[in-house]
């Protein structure tokens, strides 16, 4: 599997490699206000990135590709050093891991959307009019219940938010090769569970069980009273950057999402910090004896989903303001970036390209600012997230020469 | 086939994305001048363009990759989101094309250089002393009436200019593993047809048998009186535009070659306007009901291989008196770009990178002018023509998130 786009022979595994931080501002990136022209990033008061840029080598990263707007899982995937296109997890599996689910090699993960039916079993709502969190929790463990029961193979259901579940199958001659039950309109019954391969027509008959036991599970229920599995995906394992990079490394995330991402790449998960000032408090307790440690910052993304321009910029400076809590651990490479942008006025994750800072000892400075314009004209130029890791793994003295 | 960098999965092929709009001016890149320093975009009174460019994300486009000068063919599959690479068309196939011949997969074109033979049948002139249009044309009509009573296979053959024709063979079993007849000097006759493959063998009596028809056909010229097969290839066909990227593309082109490359990937070629006002008139009058409209100019590359500095400027300029006519029609994506560079000093197709400028609401500007040096600052940086598609397809909301 050609999981990641440096030559392994080149990186060097000794312990006494420099020491790589990356702090990513989720979503960092924007676009232009229409009345000042600056994006969220260059809007903001950033006295200590803007410190830390006029030391740093600066670029622009394309999470995956142009053109190509990144989900979560892939945009981290990239910034961890792994092809995100080699590499794609199923959403199940990836839905899997956001709710900290421990998967291992060999699970078949499947999102579940929780449904709605008619009397005469023909899907009403594909989200069963987008329940609460608590009632799709409530419904979830009734059904975790009943599985309980299924003792021809292993089951998880986890809920994940609102309409959406995932199931996982544990135990051996597993497949993955089904079509997604989900019609993807109303006024028909679910799809039948579709083997796509041989190998998965030998064991539909147990999926199809299982998900029947679901349906009858939720049999007294009128709204949540159906689920629709999308996304069938079998968890193959990733080499740990420890294994990959000679990385130990250690995850500090507020979110679910991003541990289970972390978690997946072998990063330590400790914690569960309860706030951006924990969060960094938590990297402060814990740093010592590893050799790369990923900080999370959820807000300036979800800011940017809420499409408030204004309110991304302060999530912005809010973070800013710790940066120098990062800089006083003197990491030989710190790295502040975005796994993809969620411009305020798009109001969503973008393709456009993520503003990107390395500071360490062998920066090429070409701006005393951090933002889109001044990334645009820095020394690393413009290129494609997988190739982060080699950058840091070279300004950390972690990389040997290629060729005699 | 990979015939496209884009995941397919990650293509909206719903009704109800933006328009994309793609102006081509053929050649565009230019060098600059040795007095002013300006390349002859940079040079031309632009207004339009730049007004356009204040509002757009710029870049510059490499055709195929750095150092390589494309034709027209690779340089515009490039543009409309095909691997011009992993998509060689033989140069026979696209002579085909070029003349508006309806290639069908399975059909074998091949090039003719019509030439001169002596007495004992060696080639004296490998182009027949370069024909006027009117003479080529006269020959190759009297070959196609001595073709017509061939009924082994389906033949058809077009002048194309000067000492270029083009012949198809259409039938079943056929191979284009053949190489070259083309001896490539003077002095020896042809080279005899030679399959290169088990499959060739079994069809190169066909193939010998037609080639020596066409000479009898000609016994009785002096000038034209033999041919040199030059580029066998079979023609299998391309997803279209519709297929791939979900797009129902119209094409306004006033030369054959482009109408045939927008042909082949399945663009409606309705009309053939006789201006490059009718051009714009062609486009107003029929884009109603396409997603994807591609409108080409060819006057920037004819003055530049040319050598005509001033009239390239002035070809420009022109063209930059269209674009309100092309935004009045409101496309949610317009692009105004080259299938390559034709500097006038170098007076003939280049590798230089090409100006772009990608006109949506979700642009990063960062010039009010549209040129060489703007556009290397710009927020697409340069980046590969394939890429091009998949950056519209995200600007017109074309495209799906990747990954959870």
Redesign the interface.
């Known amino acids: 599997m050609d999981i990641t786009v440096l030559p392994d022979a080149l990186v060097e595994r000794g312990q006494d490699g420099g020491r790589i931080f990356l702090v990513v501002m989720d979503g960092v990136g924007g676009?232009?206000h229409p009345e000042s022209?600056q994006?969220e990033l260059e809007a903001a008061q950033t006295p200590h990135l803007d410190a830390l840029a006029a030391r740093s080598s600066l670029g622009?990263l394309l999470p995956?590709?142009?053109?190509?707007?990144?989900?979560?899982?892939?945009?981290h995937l990239s910034l961890f050093g792994y092809d995100?296109?080699a590499n794609?997890?199923g959403?199940g599996a990836?839905?899997a891991l956001?709710v900290g689910f421990d998967l291992q090699p060999g699970d078949v993960a499947v999102r579940l959307n929780l449904a709605t039916l008619d009397g005469d079993g023909r899907v009403t709502d594909r989200r069963a009019g987008r329940p609460t969190d608590e009632e799709g929790r409530r419904v979830v463990e009734k059904v975790r219940t009943a599985l309980a029961e299924v003792d021809e193979v292993e089951l998880f259901i986890e809920h994940v938010k609102e309409h959406r579940a995932v199931l996982v199958f544990r135990g051996p001659g597993l497949s993955a090769d089904f079509a997604d039950t989900d019609p993807q309109e109303t006024g028909v019954p679910p799809a039948p569970v579709t083997p796509l391969t041989p190998a998965a027509s030998e064991v539909a008959g147990l999926i199809e069980r299982v998900l029947a036991r679901i349906g009858v599970a939720m049999a007294d229920e009128t709204v949540i009273n159906g689920v629709l599995a999308r996304g069938f995906a079998m968890f193959e394992g990733f080499p740990t950057l420890e294994e990959w990079f000679g990385l130990r490394a250690l995850a500090v995330a507020q979110y679910p999402m991003y541990r289970g991402v972390a978690r997946l790449v072998g990063m330590d998960v400790k914690d569960v910090p309860g706030s951006e000032d924990e969060t960094v408090a938590f990297v402060e307790a814990r740093h010592g004896g590893y050799d790369f440690v990923f900080a999370h910052f959820k807000a300036p993304d979800a800011r940017g989903e809420d499409g408030d321009f204004a309110a991304k910029v302060a999530a912005i400076e809010r973070i800013d303001a710790l940066i120098p809590r990062f800089t006083a651990l003197e990491p030989d490479v710190l790295i502040v970036t975005g796994d993809h942008s969620t411009?305020a006025?798009?109001g969503a994750?973008?393709?456009?390209?993520v503003p990107v800072l390395l500071a360490s000892r062998w920066g090429r400075p070409t701006a005393a600012s951090f933002g889109?314009?001044a990334c645009?004209?820095g020394d690393l130029?413009?290129f494609e997230g997988k190739h982060l890791m080699s950058l840091a793994l070279a300004n950390a003295g972690r990389l040997a020469k290629f060729g005699a």
Chains 1, 2 share one sequence.
């Open positions: 676009l232009p022209g994006t622009m995956v590709g142009p053109g190509i707007t990144p989900g979560s899982g892939p945009g995100p296109v794609q997890i959403r990836l839905s956001g411009p006025g798009y994750h973008s393709w456009h390209a889109e314009a645009r004209g130029g413009r």
